[in-house]
């Protein structure tokens, strides 16, 4: 059999404006979530503070300046090959509180710089309409998702963004990695409930209740625009997205079994079954007695949701877990959770296990429960790289996570997966979302810019540039 990806695949990079972009509080953006969160690493986790500190260092008011340089980084884009490129526009570049009735006009006006430079270099764009940020005004005001209110202020936002960008986007997604809303992190990063509160990003205590409310809150907002856009834009193509942490049973113990998948149900499933089938699954009626949620609905809102089914899903995938029963269980850390610990795997330096066949693995699985085209619009490798005397990164190990990434892809093609594109996650340095950090770098792509704020800006290509370039240029058949 021929190993082959289809004709028209997507090659390309994922980024997220609040990590890059920097220019926080230029061109009259607001301040939004992340600008709160000061920088952490491995060891110590990010603080948020509710007032902006000038003595502190919030990494994300930088970012890797994108906001200037992106002319700049898209040729760079265009050199590798790239044919699609993943992005999020900031909400609060374009409604500085969120819920005032006019946009600012030249956040709208970046945005058409952006999208025009890729345009002139052959490449779609993805765009991500919240990728863990809002304007931080809607957090003071309303505890974020919490608050019915955000669905009106979140449908305004993007009728305005459609309207502007219809002759530029084509591809769109509602909310970065949804799912994350069931846990402390994502009601951080992703739904915001965090009104007057001061502490580690992933300290802040919610019940499920508040955690299920907010995400109910959100499938209305993500069911009703996708909805407007299929009636009024029908060349649109609307997904959703989810963080996708493949787990395994720890071992064959039935109980194992059955623990994981009430995790799988939890993590990887609830949220992509009502965004993608239009309603609640039949196990979270019961999850939901258990645990205490009643969700406050409007008569509306189930049909907003039947009505609002995605086009295509999309994932990130960096990694596997094990779930398991048993008190002896060796524990890592992982994209935004913590997990068993699996011998079979390696992990990155920041705990990640890798795990390629996994990505086949779930490929495989979220296929046959949708049937619908798959983007993997998140992959990639955070590691530390040194820049040799002569002004090199020889990053062979991301090389290798990549090209085994890419052959378990492939296989997943072959197994009869509708897979149509691949944005490996920060094709350039960016700031870590869950750290914080510079130095757990994912690029091909390397930025001088360093984790106590200091560095030139200036972008330097790593060997993972051209090793990625060749990939795509063979449209994933050269993994040699
Ligand atoms: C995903 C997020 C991204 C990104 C990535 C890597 O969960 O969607 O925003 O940051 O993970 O994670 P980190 O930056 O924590 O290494």
Redesign the pocket.
């Known amino acids: 059999m021929e190993k082959k990806f289809p004709d028209g695949f997507f090659w390309g990079g994922a980024t997220?404006a609040n990590?890059f972009e920097g220019a926080w509080d230029v061109d009259g953006r607001g301040p939004s979530v992340d600008d709160h969160v000061m920088g952490g690493s491995f060891e110590k986790p990010r603080e948020i503070t509710v007032d902006i500190d000038p003595n502190k260092l919030y990494p994300n008011h930088d970012g890797i300046d994108f906001y200037h340089h992106y002319a700049e980084d898209i040729a760079l884009f265009a050199e590798m090959g790239f044919n699609m490129f993943r992005m999020s526009i900031s909400w609060s570049r374009i409604f500085p509180m969120g819920d005032e009735d006019e946009p600012n006009e030249a956040g709208l006006a970046f945005y058409d710089k952006v999208f025009d430079c890729c345009r002139e270099h052959g490449i779609e764009p993805l765009v991500t309409l919240s990728?863990?940020e809002m304007p931080y005004h809607l957090v003071e005001k309303y505890n974020g998702w919490a608050s019915r209110e955000l669905i009106g202020f979140f449908e305004r936002y993007c009728r305005t963004v459609f309207e502007r960008y219809k002759d530029k986007v084509t591809y769109w997604l509602t909310f970065?990695?949804i799912n994350?809303g069931t846990s402390a992190m994502g009601a951080t990063l992703s739904t915001g409930l965090i009104q007057g509160y001061e502490g580690p990003m992933s300290g802040i205590e919610v019940t499920p209740q508040q955690c299920y409310q907010a995400l109910h809150h959100q499938f209305v907002a993500s069911g009703r625009v996708v909805r407007y856009a299929h009636e009024h834009y029908p060349q649109f193509k609307m997904g959703n997205m989810d963080?996708f942490i493949l787990s395994y049973a720890a071992t064959c113990d039935p109980a194992d079994v059955w623990a994981n998948e009430q995790e799988m149900r939890r993590m990887n499933w609830f949220c992509s079954d009502v965004q993608v089938r239009g309603a609640y699954p039949s196990y979270a009626w019961r999850y939901f007695e258990e645990n205490g949620v009643k969700l406050a609905m409007e008569p509306s809102d189930l049909e907003d949701i039947k009505k609002g089914t995605v086009d295509f899903y999309t994932f990130?995938y960096?990694m596997s877990s094990t779930v398991g029963t048993h008190d002896d269980m060796e524990m890592t850390q992982g994209?935004?959770t913590f997990g068993g610990k699996n011998p079979y795997l390696e992990s990155t330096d920041?705990g990640w296990q890798i795990d390629p066949t996994g990505l086949r693995y779930s490929l495989n699985l979220i296929y046959d429960r949708y049937q619908i085209p798959l983007m993997v619009v998140?992959n990639?490798m955070?590691a530390k790289d040194e820049v040799t005397a002569d002004g090199k990164i020889h990053d062979t190990y991301r090389i290798d996570y990549l090209k085994k990434h890419v052959a378990a892809m492939r296989e997943a093609v072959m197994d009869g997966v509708d897979l149509i594109g691949y944005t490996w996650?920060?094709p350039i340095d960016l700031v870590?979302?869950?750290?914080g950090e510079m130095r757990?770098r994912?690029g091909f792509i390397y930025v001088d810019k360093h984790d106590d704020g200091t560095g030139t800006y200036q972008r330097l290509k790593k060997d993972s540039f051209y090793a990625y370039q060749k990939i795509i240029a063979s449209n994933g058949a050269d993994l040699d």
């Open positions: 997220a990590q990728h863990y970065n990695e994350t963080c990130s960096y994209n935004m920041w998140e990639g955070g996650w920060g870590s979302a869950g750290t757990k994912y």
